[in-house]
C-alpha cells in the first residue's frame, strides 16, 4: 500500500512536471510552447549530436545525428533527463519527428533504476524494427524506412506507430536483442509498455520503477545512420531543446515555457510576434554566445533581440558569454513598445580591461539613429538582479536606454544592481521613471554614475523621475545634464545616496531639476554639485547626514554634513532622513539664520527647536560648534528677580525656547541655525513688572503692536507694557511707544520691554510642529499669518492680459491638490479673481460671464471653488498669471486688476497660494475699496456641503487654511 501511494505522488510530480500546457478557456487562443534542455551527446569521435536549421519540422531547428563511419557501437543521442520521482506509471506516450538522411531510424531508450539508488542501470528499448512485427520479417539489414521526408516516430512506412504508448513494444536491454521468433527468441524478454507497467514481463521493471532519461538515439550496430530529430512529445506536450526553436514556432500572443536547464544562445523575438511570453522556471538559464571585437565598437551583436511589440521575458538566469579579452557583449537589446523584463537575474560579461575597451552592457535599447522610428514607449524593467559574470573587477554596464522616437513613458523599478559595476542606468530619452532601485558597485578603478540623464546629442530632456532609489560608491550618484543640454521637469526626490564621490551633479540646465526629499550621507566630495553657474538649483528639504545641515562655509559655516557647491539653494533642509519626515508630515527643518558678530549679541529662537539642540550647551555643540568666547560666554535675564543668570556649570542647560532671548558673546563671528522643533508647542514668556528680555516668536518680522498684543493689557484690565527697546548690538536700534509710530520686531533678535504692570504672559506665533509645507499642524482651519507676498515673474509665468473680463484658462498642476476627498489635477483661473478646481477629466464651466461667486454658485452647484476676491473685474491695465515656485513648492496666481466700474482706473494686487498638502493661503496687497461694484466675496465653495466659506481680507493681510479642506 505504502509502494502504491509514493507512485501516486510521484506520477503528479511527474504530470506537474512536464505538464506545461497551460489551461485556457476553450475561446482563448494563446497556445504555450515547451523547452527542455535536452542533452545532445555522442559516443566514440565519430558520431555527431549538434542542433541544425538544415531541416526543421516545426520552429527553425532540429537535432542533427550522425553516427559516421560504420563502428559498431558508435551512437548519437537526445538525451531527457526526466524530473526526479518520475515512474514508469508516469509515461503515458512519447513520440517525435525524424526526417532519416540513411540508414536505421531513431529508437528511444528509457533509462530505468530497477534499484531505486538514483542511477540508472537498464533500459527498456523502444525501436523501429519491434514496431510493428512486420519490420523485422523484412529481413536484415533492409526494414523499409523512407528517407528524405518527416515521419513522426515510427511510421515511416505505414507500418509502424506514429506514438509509443501502452501498446507499443520494448525489449530490456540487460537481455538477449533477440530474434523475436526462432531459435533464441525465447530468452528474448519483450513486451508491451502496458505489460511492463503491469510487471506481467520481467520482475525486475514495473510501474513504481523509477524512469531517469529518455534517450533518443540513432547507432550504427549495422550501418552507417543520418538523421533529424524535431518535435519531441511526452505525455502530448511537445519539447523544444532550443528557446529560439520554441519562439520561432510560436505566434503573436502564445507562451513560451522553459524549464530548468542552460541554453547557450542568442535568441531574437521578431517584429510581429506581439505579446509573446517567455517564461522561465528556477533555475532557467540564457547563455549568451555572440560577442564583439572591442575595436568594433558601438558595433552590436544582441544576446537576446526583442523586436516584438508587448512582448515579455520573465524567471530566467539571463547570463552573458564568458569575458574574452578584445571582445565585449551587447546582452539584451530592445526595440520595441510595451516590453516588460522582470524577475531576471542578469549576470552580465565583466572586463579586466583598466582602460574599459571591453565594456559589456546588460540590457540596451536601440537608437533612433541605428533605427529610425523606433518606439520604447511603454517599456517596464521591474524586479530584476544585475551584476557581473567572471572575475575581471573593471565592470560592465548594466543598463543603457538610447533616444528613440517614442513620447510615452518607460519604467525601471525595484531592480537590484550589485557587483563590478561602472555605470548603473543610463536615460538619454524623455518621459522616463526611474524607481525603487538599489545600485551598488565594487569598482575601485574607472567607475561612473549610479544614474545618468543626458542625452549626448544635446536635445532636450524632459519628465524625468528618479526617485526611492539607493545609489552607492559611484563617481557620481545622479548625474544629470550635459553643457549646452537643456531639462525640464526633472525630479529627483526620495533617494538615499551614500559614499560617492558625488552624490548628485547638475552638469546644465539647473533651473529644470529639483532634487528634494532625498538623503546624502558620506559623500566624499558633494553631496550636490551644481555645475551650471548661470542657474540655481533648488535642493531644499533634503537630509545632508547630520542636523546641522550641510557643509557650506559661505552660508552655514557650522553644517557638518554632505557639503553643497555654490549655486544650490539648500534651505531649509531636513534634520531627518526623508522617510521619516514624510511619514510624520512635520517640518524637521533647519535653517541658518542667526549670524553672530564678535563680541556680545542678543539672540533668541523664533521657534520650538529640535529636542537635540533646545538647551544652551546642546546648542553650542551643533554641528562643529559655535565660536563662543572662553569666558562669560551667555546671559539670560530673570524678569522675576531682575538679574542675569550666566549660562555655566549647572546652568549650560538653560532651556531655549521661543518669546525669550539671552545675550552670546563671540570669539568670532559665526552662524547658528535654527532646527524646527517636532513636539507640539504653543509658545509663551512670563512676563513680570520691569524689564524682560524677549525675542520674537514668529518666524516672519511683524510690527512691534501686534507681536505685544497680549501684553497690550494685563490683568484686571490695566496697562501692560509701555516701551520696547532695540538695543544696537547687531540688530537695528530704536525706541517704541506703545502710542507711537509703528516699529518692526525682527527673529532671532532680542528686545527689551518694560512692564508697567505684571505679571502676565507673552504669546507668540510660531506654533510647533510644523507640516512640511510649512502650515500649522495643530488644527486645522482658517489662519491669519504674517503678510508674504510672492514677486511673480511675468516671462516665466502663464501670462495674460486683456481688455476685458470674461476670460480664463485651464493650468495643470505639477501635483494632485486635495479637496474634500477629491485629486484636483487642473485649475481653470478666472479673471474675475477665483479658480475653479477640476479632478483628471473634468470640463470646466463656462463661469467667466459671472460677477460674483454667489451668482455662479447658484447656477452650478456641483463644482469647486477657491475665491481670491471675487467681483466683476478687468486685466485690460493689468493682468493675471499662474506660477509654480519649486524651491517653495507652491502654485502662485496672481492677479493684478480694477473693477469694470471703475473705469480700469485703480488696480487690485492679490494671490492665492496652493500647497501639495491642501492648504491654501491669500496675499492681499492693494485695493480701491470705493469702487467695488458688486458683492464681493472670498471663501472657498466645496459642492458638498453647497455653502461658501467666508475669508475677511485687508490691505496687506495674509490667511491661510491649513490641511486639505473639510467641509
Not at 506537474?16 to 482563448?28: D, E, I, Q
Not at 537590484?416 to 543610463?426: E, H, P, Q
Not at 516672519?700 to 497680549?710: E, G, K, Q, R
Request: proline fraction near 5%.
Amino acid at each position: 500500500m505504502k509502494k502504491k501511494i509514493i507512485s501516486i505522488m510521484l506520477t503528479l510530480i511527474l504530470v506537474l512536471s512536464f505538464s506545461l500546457v497551460t489551461v485556457t478557456p476553450v475561446a482563448a487562443v494563446p497556445v504555450t510552447f515547451n523547452v527542455y534542455p535536452l542533452e545532445l551527446t555522442t559516443k566514440n569521435v565519430d558520431s555527431t549530436a549538434e542542433w541544425s536549421t538544415a531541416q526543421a519540422s516545426t520552429g527553425s531547428y532540429s537535432a542533427h545525428l550522425d553516427t559516421g563511419a560504420v563502428a559498431a557501437g558508435d551512437e548519437a543521442r537526445i538525451v531527457v533527463n526526466m524530473p526526479s520521482g518520475t515512474t514508469l506509471s508516469s509515461l503515458s506516450s512519447i513520440s517525435w519527428q525524424e526526417y532519416l538522411v540513411v540508414g536505421y531510424p531513431p529508437h528511444v531508450d528509457v533509462k530505468v533504476d530497477t534499484n531505486g539508488d538514483g542511477t540508472a542501470d537498464d533500459a527498456l528499448v523502444f525501436e523501429y524494427a519491434y514496431n510493428a512485427e512486420v519490420h523485422c520479417a523484412s529481413g536484415w539489414p533492409t526494414y523499409g524506412a523512407l528517407t528524405g521526408a518527416w515521419y513522426q516516430t515510427f511510421s515511416d512506412d505505414g507500418e509502424g506507430p506514429i506514438v509509443i504508448d501502452d501498446t507499443a513494444n520494448a525489449w530490456l536491454s540487460s537481455g538477449p536483442p533477440g530474434p523475436l521468433t526462432g531459435a533464441g527468441s525465447e530468452n528474448f524478454i519483450y513486451g508491451t509498455l502496458a505489460e511492463w507497467k503491469a510487471g506481467t514481463v520481467d520482475v525486475s521493471v514495473d510501474g513504481d520503477t523509477f524512469v531517469t532519461a529518455l534517450e533518443i538515439e540513432l547507432d550504427n550496430w549495422v550501418v552507417n545512420s543520418e538523421a533529424y530529430v524535431d518535435d519531441i512529445t511526452i505525455n502530448g506536450a511537445v519539447y523544444y531543446g532550443c528557446i529560439q526553436d520554441a519562439i520561432d514556432a510560436a505566434s503573436a500572443g502564445d507562451m513560451v515555457n522553459v524549464t530548468a536547464g542552460t541554453y547557450s544562445e542568442d535568441i531574437n523575438i521578431p517584429a510581429g510576434k506581439d505579446n509573446l511570453n517567455l517564461v522561465g522556471a528556477a533555475g532557467a538559464t540564457i547563455k549568451g554566445v555572440a560577442m564583439t571585437i572591442s575595436t568594433s565598437w558601438p558595433v552590436v551583436a544582441a544576446n537576446i533581440e526583442i523586436l516584438a511589440q508587448g512582448a515579455a521575458i520573465s524567471g530566467f538566469a539571463i547570463q552573458g558569454p564568458d569575458p574574452v579579452a578584445g571582445y565585449y557583449s551587447s546582452g539584451m537589446i530592445i526595440g520595441a513598445s510595451d516590453v516588460e523584463i522582470s524577475g531576471n537575474a542578469f549576470e552580465i560579461t565583466n572586463t579586466d580591461d583598466d582602460v574599459l575597451n571591453d565594456v559589456s552592457q546588460g540590457l540596451q535599447t536601440y537608437s533612433k539613429a541605428a533605427v529610425p522610428g523606433v518606439d520604447i514607449s511603454g517599456l517596464n524593467i521591474h524586479g530584476n538582479t544585475f551584476t557581473h559574470l567572471g572575475s575581471g573587477d573593471n565592470g560592465f554596464e548594466a543598463m543603457y536606454i538610447n533616444p528613440d522616437e517614442g513620447t510615452g513613458p518607460i519604467t525601471i523599478a525595484d531592480n537590484t544592481f550589485s557587483g563590478y559595476i561602472v555605470r548603473g542606468i543610463t536615460t538619454e530619452r524623455s518621459n522616463t521613471i526611474i524607481s525603487g532601485n538599489s545600485i551598488s558597485t565594487d569598482v575601485t578603478s574607472i567607475v561612473l554614475s549610479g544614474i545618468m540623464a543626458r542625452n549626448g546629442l544635446l536635445e532636450t530632456q524632459a519628465a524625468i523621475t528618479i526617485t526611492g532609489n539607493t545609489i552607492e560608491n559611484f563617481a557620481q550618484g545622479i548625474r544629470t545634464g550635459a553643457a549646452g543640454q537643456t531639462l525640464t521637469n526633472v525630479t529627483i526626490e526620495e533617494n538615499t545616496l551614500t559614499a560617492n564621490d558625488v552624490g548628485v551633479k547638475i552638469y546644465d540646465s539647473a533651473n529644470g531639476v529639483t532634487v528634494k526629499y532625498n538623503n546624502f550621507i558620506g559623500n566624499t566630495t558633494y553631496g550636490v554639485e551644481n555645475a551650471d553657474t548661470a542657474n540655481s538649483l533648488g535642493a531644499i528639504k533634503n537630509f545632508w547626514g547630520d542636523i546641522s545641515g550641510p557643509e557650506c562655509e559661505a552660508t552655514n559655516p557650522g553644517g557638518t554634513g554632505d557639503m553643497v557647491s555654490a549655486d544650490v539653494s539648500y534651505i531649509p533642509w531636513l534634520t531627518r532622513d526623508f522617510q521619516t519626515a514624510l511619514d510624520d508630515n512635520i517640518a524637521y527643518f533647519g535653517e541658518p539664520t542667526v549670524s553672530l558678530i564678535t563680541g556680545w549679541n542678543k539672540f533668541s529662537t523664533p521657534i520650538a527647536l529640535d529636542a537635540g539642540c533646545d538647551t544652551w550647551d546642546e546648542y553650542v555643540a551643533l554641528g562643529d560648534g559655535l565660536n563662543i568666547h572662553a569666558t562669560s560666554p551667555a546671559y539670560a535675564f530673570d524678569g522675576a528677580t531682575q538679574d542675569w543668570l550666566p549660562l555655566i556649570g549647572e546652568d549650560a542647560d538653560y532651556a531655549l525656547k521661543p518669546c525669550d532671548a539671552i545675550y552670546v558673546r563671540m570669539a568670532a563671528p559665526d552662524t547658528a541655525a535654527i532646527l524646527y522643533g517636532s513636539d507640539p508647542s504653543t509658545p509663551t514668556k512670563e512676563i513680570y513688572q520691569g524689564w524682560n528680555l524677549v525675542g520674537l516668536a514668529s518666524l516672519d518680522s511683524m510690527p512691534t503692536n501686534s507681536a505685544l498684543t497680549s501684553l497690550y493689557m494685563v490683568t484686571g484690565d490695566i496697562t501692560g507694557y509701555s516701551m520696547v527697546v532695540s538695543p544696537p548690538l547687531a540688530q537695528p536700534a530704536w525706541n517704541f511707544i506703545r502710542a507711537g509710530a509703528p516699529t518692526v520686531m525682527l527673529p532671532t533678535y532680542g528686545y527689551w520691554v518694560f512692564m508697567e504692570n505684571g505679571p502676565d504672559t507673552l504669546a507668540g506665533f510660531s506654533f510647533t510642529p510644523r507640516s512640511l509645507s510649512g502650515v500649522p499642524l495643530l488644527a486645522a482651519g482658517l489662519w491669519s499669518v504674517t503678510f508674504d507676498w510672492y514677486e511673480v515673474t511675468p516671462s516665466s509665468a502663464y501670462y495674460v492680459t486683456d481688455d476685458g473680463s470674461d476670460y480664463s484658462f485651464t493650468y495643470t498642476l505639477p501635483w494632485t491638490f486635495p479637496f474634500t476627498g477629491k485629486d484636483i489635477t487642473d485649475i481653470e483661473v478666472s479673471a474675475e479673481g477665483y479658480i475653479e478646481l477640476l479632478e483628471s477629466g473634468e470640463t470646466a464651466e463656462n463661469c467667466c460671464d459671472y460677477g460674483t461667486m454667489w451668482e455662479f454658485k447658484d447656477d452650478y452647484p456641483t463644482a469647486d471653488f477657491i475665491v481670491a476676491w471675487c467681483d466683476d473685474l478687468v486685466t485690460g491695465d493689468g493682468y493675471y498669471a499662474v506660477e509654480y515656485d519649486a524651491i517653495s513648492d507652491k502654485v502662485i496666481i496672481h492677479w493684478v486688476t480694477s473693477v469694470c466700474c471703475d473705469l480700469e482706473s485703480n488696480l487690485n494686487y492679490f494671490q492665492l497660494w496652493l500647497f501639495p498638502d491642501g492648504s491654501i493661503q491669500w496675499n492681499y496687497k492693494e485695493f480701491n475699496w470705493e469702487t467695488l461694484c458688486c458683492g464681493v466675496v472670498s471663501g472657498i465653495y466645496d459642492s458638498l456641503s453647497g455653502s461658501i466659506l467666508n475669508i475677511y481680507y485687508s490691505a496687506e493681510e495674509s490667511y491661510l487654511y491649513a490641511g486639505e479642506y473639510l467641509p
